[in-house]
């Protein structure tokens, strides 16, 4: 396991977070009606190792299907950076979208088909 440290946020800037993450891993590409329409690529992370910098104000939640994951997205440029949910065991976790982290580069990242519909 290869955990950096990393820092990201939306398009306009106004949510920044940084999380410590395994990227040199499987990247979840799931095809749920959500992640599918929004080109996310997915890692996660326990909430301890992710801090959200700036922007709580300026987030909206966005839930659907099951309810269990609370999509954050920028209430200014729109775009979700991340999302908050909970580990199979119950613990607290953060799905980082892998897109708006700084500085990586996205051809280098081994995807992992997640067939999210069947959910």
Known sequence: MATNHYEGG????????EADLDISGD?????CSHCQAKGFLLTFT???SFTLKQGAHK???????KHRIRHQFCSICGV?????????DGGDM???NVRCLDGVVLDALKRAPFNGRAM
Request: net charge positive.
């Open 46 to 48: 326990g909430a301890n």
């Open 80 to 88: 979700q950076s991340f999302a908050y949910g909970k580990r199979p």
């Open 94 to 96: 953060v799905a980082v």
């Open 10 to 17: 939306c398009h306009c800037g106004a949510v920044r977070y």
């Open 27 to 31: 990247i979840v590409e799931c095809n």
């Open 59 to 65: 987030l909206t939640e966005y839930t659907f299907n």
